[in-house]
């Protein structure tokens, strides 16, 4: 069979506020996310504007040359984090692929160590050996950072495994793109996990695009929360970009896998403003649609308002912003003048 080439990619269905906050698979119900009250609502702000700032900054230091190999960056998509992150309790696990540095940082790495392993210095999370896409913190419950698109999805599987069989009632969150989703091993990963009721929440992150490809050109089942369905694994859709519906939705998860039920599937309708990797323009979209979810649904804009409303001056805004920037340039001047790795670190860390 020949497939017809299509000259123009199919036009990209925008995200409706009003049909993906958050809601049960198949239901079609949109609930109004609970209110996070101030404290929370300060928090969540802060650590949405670290990434931002952070990612912002790699993405200068890549160009000057001062990163090298891959470098996909998380900006635009840092409520999923920041709320998931939110459902979680000391001892549950992350684990995703390559655009990695938001949940990192949400995990409570150190912006030095993760701006180091960026510029591949020694005191990089890996020893400046792994780079971008490869970084660890057994001690923060970060698994990793891996390059082979979906390979997190088994491992995660894996790491809810090891915490049914040690019965230490922790959650796994496994996060992995729209393009992942449609890799083998995910649905071989679907069937252990409910058949062995492994505390697992698969988490979705449908930013729209597979590299250059969107997902209604790749994706027979574009409602990814549907994809759990020929194995009993309940799914919902959520608004990745309101940060009070991805904890709502993540509470609900991870009470879910807790409480021995098996595995959760979430739905994060997302969008990534930035290339695939920064070697990528993006002419596959328009700047107009870009501009369109900035404007519209930006995630920190969103907790902004929020704040603003509740009385929070310009000011005490600009203040959090001031102690990011300070933050996330002492990471990056440190990646800077941290020493390489000694040669002999070749052959460290290695199977022989
Ligand atoms: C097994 C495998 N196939 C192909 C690639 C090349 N590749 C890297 S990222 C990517 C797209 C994945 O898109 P998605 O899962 O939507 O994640 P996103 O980049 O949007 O976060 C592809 C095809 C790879 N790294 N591994
Ligand atoms: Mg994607």
Known sequence: MVLAKTKK????????????????????????????????????????????????RAGQMYGMG?????????????????GMQLALKPGDQVITGYRDHGHMLACGMDPKGVMAELTGRRSGYSKGKGGSMHMFSVEKNFYGGHGIVAAQVSLGTGIAFANRYRQNRNVCLTYFGDGAANQGQVYES????????????????????????????????????RRGLSFNIPGEQVDGMDVRAVKAAGDKAVAWCRAGNGPYILEMQ????????????????????????????????QVRNRLLAAKMSEQELKAIDAEVREIVNAAADFAQHDPEPDPAELYTDIYR
Request: charged fraction near 25%.
């Open 190 to 225: 679907f069937n252990m996990a409910e058949l062995w009721k492994l505390p697992v929440v698969y988490v979705i992150e449908n930013n729209r695009y597979a590299m250059g490809t969107a997902v209604t050109r790749a994706s027979a089942q574009a409602d990814f929360s």
């Open 9 to 56: 990619p199919a036009a990209v269905p925008a995200l409706n506020p009003q049909t993906c906050a958050s809601r049960r698979s198949g239901d079609g119900v949109a609930d109004t996310p609970p209110d996070l009250g101030k404290e929370v609502e300060l928090r969540v702000y802060r650590d949405m504007l670290m990434i931002r700032r952070f990612e912002e």
């Open 66 to 82: 001062l990163i090298g190999g891959f470098c996909h960056l998380y900006i635009g998509q840092e409520a999923v984090v920041v």
């Open 270 to 301: 997302t969008y990534r403003y930035r290339g695939h990797s920064m070697s990528d323009p993006a002419k596959y979209r328009t700047r107009e649609e870009v501009d369109k979810v900035r404007h519209d649904q930006d995630p920190i804009e």
